[in-house]
């Protein structure tokens, strides 16, 4: 897609937006992350997909269209946050309104979006784990809702051997120090776990040969106590992604991913929890062989993302935090 075609997707995406502005009245607010923004308006939030090409092609309005009714599709573990598919759609008199996606008709189609229920953010997980409200029973039941999810999705055809280079490739990449500009401590953290995992190369690979074929399959692929919702006592895990067939596909990642964030708030005994969850439903005991791999993916990852988009002091500084956790993963 051309330069100036994109411009002008962008620039309909933002007239939905400033729609949505006015609608909202006093009550409206954006929330950025990297792919996507989510527009919180009333009782009402709605997902935009940036104008982009990344893991998925969303520079198309049909790309984009795919990439909501994908996430529809895919989050049935959230029933109560999700709604529908909607388009935000222009007459040829310039009223502006929002539509279900396939209901378009004649109107010119500014953007589509996914639209969700609003919760306060007392709702979720990690409000609970940041005030020490959570529990053993809470996370372990969480572990074996996930186990039972991952059963459920479709074996993806990857091989150990593959799945363990891809690891290996995939640390290296996002360890480049020259990512991080002048942020000379996190560049030194970044650049002795990218000498580590070079270091241990062959036992990560050796590793991941463990796993079996049933072990990779379609993951949620966003697994944090953020997207852990409780609405009306009822457990939501929302934001599942798809991204492809991935070479890392290895369905332990979702397990490291989330245990990962239980370490970094000095939680160890619930990330043993969530782990005796999981495998009182899938009791494959090859995952303790891969499962610190996957939290020090998920550690550089979180970090490098706090480091790099957040404006934050407090943000950045957790950061630098996730960095030296993911060292101490590695270092055991």
Known sequence: M???NLKQQRSKQQEALSWLETMGGGS???IKNAYDQVVLVGSRAYRFYGVSCNERDN????????SARSELELNDLAPECYIRVVAIVRNSSGKIKIVEAGAEGDYTVLDYALEMRRFPPEHTMANLLTNSQLFYDDVYSLGA?????HYGRVVVELNSTNTGTGFVED????TDPMGLGEKTDSKVSLSEIRALVGEKAPSIKAAFKTRSACCFRFLHGNMCPNNVVYIDDNI???SAQSFGILTNQDIAKDV???MSSLYFHKRDDLAAAFLDGYLSVNDDDTIHNVINYWVVHASVVRGLWLLVLSDIPKEKTAGGLYLKQALDFLRK
Do not use: P, Q
Request: proline content about 0%; overall charge negative.
């Open 59 to 66: 520079s198309t309005l049909d790309g984009r269209l795919e």
């Open 171 to 174: 640390m290296a990449g996002l």
């Open 256 to 258: 490291g991913y989330f």
């Open 236 to 238: 939501n895990i929302r």
């Open 28 to 30: 409206f607010e954006v």
């Open 145 to 149: 809702k996930i186990a039972e999810y």
């Open 2 to 4: 051309s330069f100036s």
